[in-house]
């Protein structure tokens, strides 16, 4: 949403993605070459909503280990829209990683790297448009005009990835409205916080139980938190719930196909009689080489 005051424009930079478990690259460059293979997802929410100027979000990315997984880089592209407000973001990614020798003690089927430190950054540009002129307001001037403006952004994580837990900590846009081609343009920009626990046991090796708790927070504007919980077999299928506060319940379901292929389903359950209604999203991943499915 944009509030307007005088000739100042506050607007929010990202939506709060539901599918950051299942594609974390896109809030966190740190992520990039985690995996042993190239990963590309691609995802949509909002795409049912019928209400006029009800959120909508894209995002397609890829990312891929590089030097014997040392090195990772990806790229994406993300477009937000609510109301008249569009955003569009398109960004390359680098991280760089150190290995610990920690016991790894993960099922067999888990391909994640069980010991790394990785730092991540970001370049990449930010185009924002306000379509003022389609409210239809006719004797405010601060509505006489739309808006549109060019960003060049810079964005930097930290992850640290062990077995049983993960951690990190990520900054889309550390530079803000700074480089704006449109000097009265003020951006509130997200920092993102994100801590989840693997519970997995030896004998049970084919089940997975994942919490996680993923932050965010944007300076004017409540903290945001998601509260999740997932169940997963085998890479095979995962189902999980969770909740954002104050605003929705969140229910998805998996299932992995051919080894490369996974495919997620999100419904976002308006909480409080939200004019905006509920919200389903769709996440698809291929992993390139050996999958996720792995026997």
Known sequence: MCLLNGSMVMAQQTPAFSEYNYNPFIINSAYAGLMPNTEATLSNSGFLNTVEGSPK?????????????????????ISDEIGVTKSTSVFGAYSYKIFFDFKDDRPYWQIYSPGVLSFGITAGVQLYQDNLLDLGITDDPRFSENISATIPTVGLGFLFNHSRFYVGVSAPNVLGDRLASE???????????????????NRFQDIMIKPNLLL????????????????????????????????????????????????????????????????????????????????
């Open 57 to 77: 979000s894209f995002a397609f990315s890829f990312n891929s280990p590089l030097n014997r997984g040392k090195v990772g880089v990806g790229a994406g592209i």
């Open 216 to 295: 965010k927070y944007e300076n004017g504007a409540p903290l945001q938190a998601d509260i999740n919980l997932s169940f997963s077999f085998r890479n095979k299928f995962e189902l999980g719930t969770g909740y954002r506060t104050s605003s929705s319940v969140n229910l998805l379901a998996g299932i992995y196909l051919f080894n490369n292929l996974r495919f997620i389903y999100q419904y976002n359950l308006a909480l409080k009689d939200s004019p905006l209604g509920n919200i389903h999203g769709l996440v698809l991943s291929y992993k390139f080489g050996d999958g996720y499915a792995l026997d």
């Open 183 to 201: 000097q009265d343009l003020n951006l509130r920009n997200p920092i993102y916080g994100y801590f989840g626990y693997r519970f997995f046991n």
